[in-house]
């Protein structure tokens, strides 16, 4: 696993691979009515930062455009987004079946925290706009001697639940007989194992570096905010990340009853947020195309019909690419008087678009201008409504009109303004910074209204009826709270702002007892005691000892020396975790198993024959002394070479 990474990182891309710089709205240009399935591997911007506090940009290869800002704390070493020259996905894969093979397309290597069980890091990818709600796959690989959780929350601020995250299987890449593989070998059986009860994918069994343990995951809704949490089992383990996505094209016709094919016309193509997201005009025979958008559900296709002109049926069609490519024709024909015209816009003048308005039992919609049309309308009294968009009220209705008889002339100025509700919003920070992906969710007399932080770390409910709620946080997994988690305010006419909250990420301690020699010394007790009081520990086999989620504060770590041993070097250690959640992992000490105290030599009797010697052994009682002295010394020694070792344990 290391040693093929290490390869990958040689070819750590120096800018963004493959990274889409269109703008939201475009132009597009016109394709024939006839296109194929487009598979792309997503681009990278460079990993900036350091260890503990890295940032990337990931963009998924289709229109609209859609980048995806991504935060680490991963570890550093052999980090980075990697070319994917050496390491890939092929298409013997089950994923490159689907995608293609990502040779030579870039993919993110990333750490724990630290490289201890519990030093997990997490990284979360925040997009601006939901994903599609289909057709898209992120895929984990060089899962062996660790695991991932994968937590994920919806447009609607819900998390997801393991089936709509959509595991499809896992796989080795490096397995024998894997259609173009890369040059490494790995076991078929050696794969990423799924457990939808925890949503977590571990590696093998005996939590050893292999290669090629893979799994892809192909979400069924739109995911605002995705992360994962990778924690060591065992080495120093890496893991993968790709993203692919479909794209097919929305092709057409517009035609004129009258004359056939019509050129010149333009055409919106708008979102499933009701968004124009590109535009384009008919040629070659009344033909255009959106080529390259999203494999997913939710688009409108819009004719901007010309003047003297009105759509058949309608001049707003849906456009579905969730299974193939989409063909929206239009037809139109020259307005049959006496037409009715108005606009629907918003107290600040922005059009309102998609609007329904009904006149004389009949209903059409609005365009994106918020303009809209009826003709053929017969004589007599008329009432126009219309459907009042959600999050607004209506402030200016245009009074009740006649169509007279025998009169031609269009009727205009059949005008609404509707007024937009007030918002509530905040940010979510820890230590100063926005944190991405908190669930915030606010209970009043629209229901409960849930979102999801964006990159800054701060959330927007528009359009909130005026009221009293309940504005609330979800505390993200591996946090606490500072301060409240929940406020109460009140929605009038006016914006609320600054609704902000808190967090704090939560640390860890780590460390091991050894004997002097560096022998692991098991069964020893460690206590640690924070801002919730002592948590007495047993050092494990292995000598270690840890304790994890611990919040911000003063920590002492006090070892109970053993019976029969000495500390060298302190037996009370402290650290302070801060809100950045760190990992102190070397908390280590140091015992020494004592030297048992010798008996006293005999005082010899005084004259005698054997004055000056010991009974029965007449070894002389000065060269004992000096025996006792250069052991005494000899335990001074041992004690200073300890101390000397403890030492240098303490700076790696």
């Known amino acids: 696993m290391l040693v093929a990474m290490l390869r990958g990182n040689r070819m750590l891309v120096a800018g963004l691979t493959g990274l889409i710089t269109a703008a939201v709205l475009s132009t597009v240009a016109i394709t024939p009515a006839s296109a194929v399935t487009t598979a792309s591997w997503a681009g990278w911007a460079p990993l900036t930062g350091t260890g503990g506090a890295y940032q990337t940009t990931m963009t998924l290869a289709g229109q609209p455009a859609l980048a995806a800002s991504v935060t680490s704390d991963s570890r ?100 024998p007989g894997v259609v173009g593989k890369p040059s490494c070998d790995g076991n078929a059986l050696d794969v990423a194992k799924w457990n939808p009860a925890t949503m977590t ?145 918003d107290s600040e003048g922005n059009p309102m678009g998609g609007v329904s308005v009904t006149i004389g039992g009949v209903t059409t919609t609005t365009d994106s201008d918020g303009n809209y049309l009826f003709d053929q309308v017969p004589v007599g009294d008329y009432t126009a409504t219309i459907t009042t968009p959600d999050g607004y009220t209506i402030t200016s209705s245009p009074p009740q009109f006649t169509v007279p008889d025998g009169v031609e002339t269009p009727i205009t100025g059949v005008d609404f303004v509707v007024a937009a509700n007030p918002s509530l919003s905040g940010t979510v920070t820890a230590a100063g910074a926005g944190v991405p992906g908190v669930t915030i969710t606010a209970t009043g007399p629209g229901g409960t209204l849930s979102t999801v932080t964006g990159a800054d770390g701060g959330y927007h409910f528009p359009l909130l009826p005026p009221g009293d709620y309940t504005v609330t946080m979800t505390t993200p997994e591996g946090t606490v709270a500072v301060g409240p988690v929940t406020r109460d305010e009140s929605v009038a006419t006016s914006d609320v702002t600054g609704v902000d909250f808190a967090i704090a990420k939560l640390g860890s301690i780590e460390g ?31 000598g270690s000892y840890a304790v994890a989620a611990l919040p911000p504060g003063e920590y002492t770590m006090t070892l109970t020396v053993p019976a029969g041993y000495t500390a060298v070097g ?20 140091v015992i020494l198993a004592d030297v048992p105290t010798p008996t006293p030599p005999p005082t010899p009797p005084a004259g005698g024959a054997t004055a000056g010697a010991l009974p029965a052994t007449g070894v002389d009682p000065a060269f004992g002394t000096a025996a006792w002295m250069a052991l005494g010394a000899l335990v001074v020694g041992v004690t200073a070479l300890s101390t000397a070792r403890l030492r240098r344990r303490s700076t790696r």
Do not use: H
Not at 531 to 541: A, Q
């Open 512 to 542: 091991t007892v050894f004997t002097d020699d560096g022998t692991p010394f098991p069964g020893a007790t460690v206590t640690v005691t924070g801002p919730d009081g002592p948590t007495p520990l047993t050092s494990d086999p292995d």
């Open 76 to 175: 550093a070493g052999q980090v980075g987004v990697i070319s994917g020259a050496s390491t890939w996905l092929s298409e013997g894969t089950p994923v490159g079946a689907k995608y293609g093979s990502s040779r030579n397309q870039p993919y993110l290597n990333l750490r724990p925290k630290a490289d201890t069980p519990a030093g997990a890091s997490t990284t979360t990818y925040s997009f601006p706009t939901p994903t599609p709600s289909s057709n898209w796959t992120f895929v984990l690989g060089d899962i062996d001697a660790d695991q991932v959780r994968i937590s994920a929350v919806g447009a609607d601020g819900a998390a997801l639940t393991a089936a709509e995250l959509g595991f499809k299987e896992g796989f080795n890449y490096c397995a």
């Open 201 to 345: 994918l571990t590696g093998n069994d005996a939590a050893s570096d292999t290669s090629g343990a893979a799994a892809w995951f192909e979400p069924s809704v739109p995911i605002s905010s995705l992360s994962f949490i990778f924690t060591r089992r065992a080495g120093l383990p890496v893991y993968q990340t790709w993203f692919a996505s479909l794209a097919r094209d929305i092709t057409g016709t517009v035609t004129d009853s009258g004359s056939g094919p019509a050129d010149g016309v333009a055409l919106n193509l708008i979102d499933a947020a009701g968004d124009i997201v590109a535009t384009t005009t008919t040629a070659g025979g009344g033909l255009y195309g959106f080529p390259g958008f999203f494999a997913t559900d939710g688009y409108t296709v819009e004719a901007v019909l010309p003047s003297g002109k009105i759509a058949v049926d309608a001049s707003r069609k849906p456009a579905d690419l969730s299974t193939t490519d989409a063909v929206v024709d239009f037809t139109m024909r020259d307005i049959v008087p006496v037409a009715v015209s108005g606009n629907v816009s």
């Open 570 to 589: 302190p037996s009370t250690l402290t650290v302070t975790i801060t809100e950045a959640g760190e990992v102190f992992s070397d908390q280590d000490f």
